[in-house]
């Protein structure tokens, strides 16, 4: 937390605390980059005078944690050592979309991966914020306020998933129709982005009808996805699954999503996977297009 004392308060300057350029000189960090912890929370400050001074205790607190350089090595999992999970959904909730940026920033030039930001950062959040509005801890105003911010970020890290050079093929996905979420194909386009393929994202409430005709403009189709969050669509989502294979009996089709996380649960042998999770759907369209590449080459 940043505390603004009064030039007469506290301790004397020159025998316990740093100006805040000489704490970033000691994180090896530039001085921006300093004041950026500050203001996201993870280095604790002083103003005194017109300037942000760091205690001796706060600059070993965040020397020891691991900041600047020192951060670029991973933990055993290979994720950074820490994300600002808990502030990050603070400013989500907030609707405070330059925060939210900064601590994304943060957290990349700390060695995170774009992915990493997607999954354990952003993706955390949202959870926090889905189990904040069941319990009756937020409203219906925070979780679209939260909602509409995440897609503004989605914009702002959608170009650190594109990449230069031949795409793999064409994807498309969207969420079954009745469910009216759109962040999570919105977060699997960049995922798939960053695995090179190109990406049509239907977005919520997508119906058969768009899946297919979509799917039938493809000329290098890997396949479809189809997301539910909401566990009530479940039986309609299976009729729908069922006539999408119908009208595309070749088509590679993977079904995910919250409400998926438990089980198949009724799309077995309609579908060709059931994934728990993004990194798994992007494995099986992985694998479609290794099969598809080795299929063309005579393989």
């Not at 607190?61 to 502030?87: F, H, S």
């Not at 603070?90 to 930001?117: E, F, M, Y």
């Not at 189809?226 to 309609?236: E, F, H, M, R, T």
């Not at 999503?257 to 993004?278: E, I, R, Y």
Request: proline residues 4%; negative net charge; glycine residues 12%.
């Amino acid at each position: 937390m940043v505390r603004a004392v009064s030039s007469g308060a506290g301790t004397s300057p020159t025998t316990e605390l740093a100006t805040l350029a000489e704490a970033a000189e000691s994180l090896g960090v530039h001085y921006m980059t300093a004041y950026r912890y500050v203001r996201t929370g993870r280095m604790v400050a002083e103003k005194r005078g017109g300037k942000w001074w760091v205690a001796s205790a706060d600059l070993a607190a965040v020397l020891a944690e691991g900041t600047g350089p020192r951060r670029q090595t991973p933990d055993r999992d290979g994720a950074p050592r820490q994300l600002m999970v808990a502030p990050f959904t603070d400013r989500l909730i907030a609707g405070d979309t330059a925060g939210c940026w900064n601590i994304i920033t943060d957290a990349l030039s700390a060695g995170a991966t774009p992915g990493q930001v997607h999954s354990q950062l952003l993706g955390n959040a949202l959870v926090a914020v889905g189990e904040g509005w069941a319990r009756g801890a937020l409203t219906v105003a925070d979780e679209h306020r939260a909602t509409s911010t995440t897609y503004r970020l989605l914009g702002q890290l959608g170009p650190l998933f594109r990449h230069r050079g031949r795409r793999r093929g064409t994807i498309v996905i969207g969420a079954f129709a009745g469910d009216p979420h759109g962040i999570p194909s919105a977060m699997m386009s960049d995922l798939l982005s960053d695995r090179r393929f190109s990406v049509i994202d239907l977005g919520a409430n997508t119906p058969t009808e768009s899946f297919v005709a979509v799917a039938q403009g493809c000329d290098d189709l890997v396949g479809i996805g189809a997301c539910a969050v909401l566990g009530g669509i479940l039986p309609a989502a299976v009729e729908q699954a069922k006539a999408m294979r119908a009208a595309l009996p070749d088509a590679f089709i993977v079904v995910g999503g919250p409400a998926l996380a438990g089980g198949a649960v009724g799309f077995d042998g309609v579908v060709d996977t059931v994934s728990s999770n993004a990194n798994e759907a992007c494995d099986a369209f992985d694998r479609a297009a290794h099969g598809s590449a080795q299929t063309s080459d005579g393989i």
